[in-house]
């Protein structure tokens, strides 16, 4: 890949998932942090009820993906400046905000406590240094994974607005944060099987006439809802991370 291209293809990837890529290129395994070690263990098995109260970020601390889940993969705790509040991304249709917010590592709706992960597909160890492999090991997949735990029915509102975006929103919108306008082109849904309801789309934006494709997936289980959105500085992502989404899935069954 040219290099002016990788650059242009990067301008569109961080546009679209904000600050996703900021460290995915560089910087070693990180302690997830705080595991909230004095919460007590949480649960997500059971289908939300009207009353559910939403877990604590403690609690999903423990939930979410870590290193040891997803071999073949580095996962990295988001830092804080990976994550920006849902007000700083808006979009030209209100429908389609929800799936902005699962583009933009934020968790869809209201959520009493959301963290996130990234999760790096790692490139193969026998890599050379031409420009040809260079580019393609920096085009690694990254996944941003992100859980939202909620009151009530909350979990089951966000996801039923997560789909309805993907219908509404297939031929497209326009999504504003960072300062940028991106053109998300088409919203085309995918096959995928998680939790108790998912959702997954490929994602096509419209960069210079170059389309650039990323994925998102989503489901739910009990009050939680998990989120994913994969880019690559490449510019085409071919499938969602079953892996992940798997891993993630286990956590919560």
């Not at 009530?152 to 929103?169: H, M, P, R, V």
């Not at 309801?197 to 490929?202: D, M, P, Q, S």
């Amino acid at each position: 890949m040219r290099a002016t291209a990788l650059r242009r293809t990067a301008v569109a990837a961080t546009t679209v998932s904000l600050a996703l890529l900021v460290t995915a290129c560089g910087g070693g395994k990180e302690d997830s942090g705080d595991k909230g070690k004095d919460a007590p263990k949480a649960s997500a098995s059971a289908s939300a009820a009207p009353d559910t109260k939403a877990l604590s970020a403690a609690e999903l601390e423990k939930l979410i993906v870590e290193q040891a889940d997803v071999p073949g993969y580095q996962v990295q705790k988001a830092k804080p400046t990976d994550v920006v509040p849902s007000s700083a991304v808006t979009t030209d249709k209100p429908a389609c905000k929800p799936l902005a917010d699962a583009l933009s590592f934020i968790a869809t709706g209201n959520p009493g406590a959301s963290v996130q992960r990234k999760a790096i597909a790692e490139p193969k160890k026998d890599t050379a240094s031409s420009p040809e492999d260079i580019a393609g090991a920096l085009g690694a997949p990254v996944t941003a994974v992100t859980l939202g735990s909620y009151d009530g029915n909350g979990a089951q509102n966000a996801f039923a607005s997560l789909k309805t975006a993907g219908t509404e929103c297939a031929g497209g919108f326009t999504l504003n944060g960072g300062g940028e306008k991106t053109k998300i082109s088409k919203v085309a849904p995918e096959a995928v099987t998680a939790g108790e309801e998912a959702v997954a789309f490929t994602v096509t934006t419209d960069m210079d006439g170059e389309p650039f494709i990323s994925k998102v997936v989503a489901f739910r289980k009990g009050n939680t809802l998990a989120s994913f959105s994969v880019i690559s500085l490449a510019g085409k992502v071919k499938e969602f991370p079953k892996a992940v989404v798997d891993a993630q899935a286990a956590k919560l069954a």
